[in-house]
């Protein structure tokens, strides 16, 4: 569990050191803000990681969870159940695999001159990362919130919410900052290009001052200290349960 946390925490040293590289060696940018962008998607699996070990794992959602119905606006309701998680998974792990492939992509077209932040011409590969990434954030964001509308009474003690909102806002509304920043740069309301990226990540960097306080918030080590406390009657029942088993056993 304080692996998952750990990494989760992490990420606002990635973001804030990648964004300060990025102001700092301007004309090596894009590859900072690739490694940023990278991170997000491990993120995402920690935070469903985390998400289900706080919960008990997998068996213990769907066996908690038996009269648990998720209700969104243009879906039909849809039972917590083992094929519910799944699709869960699925569609934040789609985003895990594939974020670092477009980065991959999206740096390769850079080396060769392809791809120019900002511009939203149909032979410029920025709109085609542009929109591959809003797909893949798209899919992701609905899947945590899937995730979070089952689960959230079974992980009440550990504020589901707080955790969710926070990661939400820090990987998938920084993407949507960056949007429009280059929407603001293709319509002249940004000078330049360079002016553009220097914003992103100075706002970056201020944006995730905010985002360490609110860490604390979210992650607080009083959490484990409870977690240890229940984990450890847990551990005292299974073993009175077991001893009373063996003690049948030899009456019989």
Not at 63 to 92: A, I
Request: charged share 15%; hydrophobic share 50%.
């Amino acid at each position: 569990l304080q692996r998952h946390t750990c990494r989760i925490i992490f990420m606002v040293v990635v973001m804030s050191i990648s964004s300060v590289l990025a102001l700092v060696f301007r004309e090596h940018a894009m590859y900072f803000v690739t490694v940023r962008d990278c991170y997000d998607s491990f993120v995402i699996y920690s935070f469903v990681a985390l998400c289900i070990s706080l919960a008990g794992g997998p068996g213990a959602i769907v066996s908690q969870s038996e009269n648990v119905v998720v209700k969104t606006c243009c879906f039909p309701p849809q039972q917590v159940d083992g094929s519910f998680l799944r699709r869960c998974q699925q569609g934040t792990l789609q985003f895990v695999i594939l974020k670092p492939i477009l980065a991959a992509v999206a740096l390769a077209l850079f080396a060769v001159g392809l791809l120019d932040v900002g511009d939203w011409s149909l032979a410029n590969g920025f709109v085609y990362i542009a929109v591959a990434y809003n797909v893949t954030y798209s899919i992701a964001l609905f899947a945590l919130l899937q995730f979070y509308l089952g689960t959230r009474e079974l992980l009440a003690d550990y504020r589901p919410g707080v955790k969710f909102m926070l990661i939400k806002a820090i990987i998938f509304l920084t993407f949507w900052q960056g949007i429009a920043i280059a929407v603001g740069l293709k319509t002249g309301t940004i000078a330049g290009k360079e002016d553009a990226e220097t914003l992103q990540n100075f706002m970056v960097c201020c944006e995730m001052f905010g985002a360490a306080l609110l860490m604390l918030l979210a992650f607080p080590w009083s959490e484990y200290r409870a977690l240890k406390k229940k984990l450890k009657q847990r551990l005292q029942a299974h073993a009175a349960r077991h001893g009373l088993e063996l003690e049948e056993g030899w009456g019989h």
